[in-house]
């Protein structure tokens, strides 16, 4: 295909991947969140619910610790040692859920905080070892656990979130809901450790302190991150009897004396903290439900514009491209139309009808210029276009051709007329010449007959170049001697030119007329190319495909590329261009060849200039008995008496003796039409 229909397809790709581009770019944006939604899903069944009885055991954990350190009876180590039993299970489950490769493409940036979890639990043994042989007090045992519990909260806040602002506000109220219930059982820890003691230590006085103003300033935080709904119950959670009952029982521990037995009894302490750590627990949990069905109108939308943009906007992309590509290709197969019209037209159909005009054959426009249909779009009007330009560029060849073959008309009238006054003019020289005896007159008469003979060969120029033929004609075959004679006649400066002898040959009498014009035209351009002092010779000879004469001058020759062009010009049979008038005898020369098919040739000659060869066919060309008058050659100079083929049947003034006894009859010249 072309470069303009490969140019059309490029831009055509080029707006397709653009097109491409921007759907990917929204695509992607839409699948990220489907993505994350996915991502989201698997944090949440492979490591925040297996982390959640995680805690809840850890929790467990961490207040039989306290209690074993506290006390000193067996019961406290039964207890203990199930608890490790029931929290290794769980940390077992943990491992095995957070180690899936699903977790490994999930997690990103959780992955970090999921290793310092799982690496807690690695160091969890030696916690319980030390606890085990007493080797820590409670504070440092309580301290241990509450690290390792709040690197799983921290877990929970680095999981992935979906891309909805209140959802992920009401995510991070939920969390601070669990962080509450952890400050509860920090509390709790801390107390179960005092009562089993029997004393509160400042340390651990201090430390319930803190949990119990971050717990309280956390409950009044989370309140408004929570939907209305679940507002509304928490605040009926924490304003209930056991919320309250609890909260008295932690202000008189703060205020109780730091060292001393702890204000509050086990009994009452162990059923306040079950039940507000259980209620909290259940709030938690219900929140959690109702956060997931608010989720799911969430999870509907993003696969819902994933379908959407992926799905539809795909659709759509494909049929922007098969309609691109269709509408493209028929563009391209429209353009080529027109491209391949406008081929023909230039290289075909336009120079077929100046060829036939110039034949002189009548062309009829509305048959080679038919109007081509592209129909009504932008390219149908550049077609329509197309077809007024053909129209009109037909229409001007033969306007052109008719205006050529006037002008040429005009001519040949003229060449016509001035050519029945020089032959008139030549009638009447002839009859002066023959009544002049006095030496002098008659030299100046030969000298108006040899210019009106060189009128003559202007106005047959004329004649040929506007396709027409010379009226002069010969009945009878002209030896080949007097048709050189009759050439060399025509020329202005025919003292210079040479003759070789040429043989007994004859030239039929159809084609001595432009032969003679032919050979003279060469003669005149040998001449006109060297200097004034060098001759031009002349000689020829028969051989296998004819006669070959040879027009040699000695002037300053032609280069390589100057004979490449005036050969071309000479077999070249296009019309006459009239931008090089200096090349006129040339144009006059191909168009005499064209008639007989003679053929000549210009080359290097040894002496510097150029030698013209002009071979004429064997079929124009008839041998004729040895005879010096008409197969010999003359010097420069034509004797004086001699008639000259071509011209009124007087030659041109001798400068040198006759080389003949005798004249040349020559075949006497027809009347021009």
Do not use: C
């Amino acid at each position: 295909m072309g470069s303009r229909s490969s140019n059309l397809r490029r831009k055509v790709v080029a707006l397709l991947a653009s097109l491409v581009a921007l759907w990917a770019f929204a695509a992607w944006v839409t699948l990220r969140e489907g993505v994350s939604l996915l991502w989201v899903q698997v944090l949440d069944a492979q490591v925040a619910q297996p982390g959640e009885p995680l805690v809840l055991e850890l929790q467990a954990e961490r207040r039989a610790s306290a209690a074993y350190l506290g006390g000193s009876g067996a019961a406290e180590r039964e207890q203990l040692d199930a608890q490790w039993r029931r929290t290794e299970g769980v940390a077992d489950d943990f491992r095995k859920s957070v180690s899936s490769w699903r977790v490994d493409l999930a997690a990103d940036e959780s992955q970090r905080q999921i290793d310092t979890v799982v690496s807690g639990l690695d160091r969890l043994a030696a916690v319980r070892e030390s606890i085990r042989d007493r080797q820590v007090d409670r504070a440092a045992a309580t301290r241990e656990y509450t690290e390792l519990i709040d690197s799983v909260l921290r877990m929970y806040g680095s999981l992935g979130n979906l891309d909805d602002e209140q959802f992920t506000r009401e995510t991070a109220a939920l969390i601070q809901l669990v962080r509450i219930r952890e400050l509860m059982s920090q509390e709790d820890a801390l107390v179960t450790g005092a009562l089993a003691a029997g004393r509160m230590t400042p340390e651990e006085t201090a430390a319930f302190a803190r949990a119990t103003g971050a717990q309280r300033y956390l409950d009044s935080q989370v309140r408004t991150d929570l939907s209305s709904g679940d507002r509304a119950r928490y605040e009926a959670l924490v304003g209930g009897e056991a919320y309250t009952a609890f909260r008295s029982l932690e202000d008189r521990v703060v205020q109780g004396r730091a060292g001393g037995a702890p204000p509050v009894s086990a009994a009452e302490w162990r059923v306040a903290a079950d039940v507000v750590v259980g209620e909290q627990q259940r709030f938690i949990i219900e929140a959690g439900d109702a956060l997931v069905e608010r989720a799911a109108p969430i999870a509907v939308g993003v696969v819902l514009r994933l379908v959407l943009a992926a799905g539809l906007g795909l659709l759509a992309v494909v049929a922007s491209i098969v309609v691109s590509i269709t509408t493209a290709r028929a563009l391209v197969q429209q353009l080529e139309r027109l491209r391949e019209a406008a081929i023909r037209l230039a290289n075909e159909r336009l120079p077929s009808v100046v060829e036939r005009l110039g034949h002189g054959e009548e062309v009829d426009i509305a048959k080679e210029a038919p109007p081509l249909e592209f129909g009504d779009d932008e390219i149908g009007q550049v077609g329509k276009a197309f077809n007024a330009v053909q129209e009109t560029a037909i229409r001007t060849a033969v306007e052109q051709a008719d205006l050529r073959r006037n002008v040429r008309e005009v001519f040949l009238s003229l060449a016509r007329r001035t050519q029945a006054l020089v032959h008139r003019q030549l009638t009447l020289l002839d009859a002066m010449e023959r009544r002049e005896h006095d030496a002098e007159e008659l030299e100046d008469l030969f000298r108006v007959d040899h210019l009106a003979t060189r009128m003559r060969r202007n106005a047959e120029n004329l004649i040929v170049l506007s396709g027409s033929t010379p009226g002069r004609a010969w009945r009878r075959n002209v030896p080949m001697v007097d048709v050189v004679r009759g050439a060399v006649a025509e020329v202005e400066d025919y003292t210079r030119v040479n003759v070789l002898p040429l043989g007994a040959v004859s030239l039929t009498g159809r084609a001595v007329g432009d032969v003679i014009h032919l050979l003279a035209e060469l003669i005149e351009n040998g001449l006109s190319f060297s200097p004034p002092h060098t001759s031009v010779e002349v000689r020829g000879q028969q051989v296998a495909n004819g006669f070959a004469i040879e027009i040699e001058d000695r002037g300053l020759g032609m280069s390589e590329e100057d004979l490449a062009a005036a050969n071309h010009r000479i077999v070249d049979q296009s019309e006459l261009n009239l931008a090089n008038a200096s090349r006129l005898g040339l144009y006059v020369v191909s168009r005499l060849t064209e008639r007989h098919g003679v053929r000549v040739q210009l080359k290097e000659s040894a002496y510097g200039g150029t030698t013209a060869v002009v071979l004429i066919p064997a079929e124009l060309v008839t041998a004729a008995d040895e005879d010096p008058s008409t197969s010999g050659g003359f010097p420069a100079g034509l004797p004086a008496g001699v008639p000259v083929a071509g011209a009124s049947g007087q030659a041109p003034p001798a400068a040198e003796p006759p080389l003949a006894t005798a004249p040349v009859a020559l075949a006497e010249p027809l009347a021009p039409r």
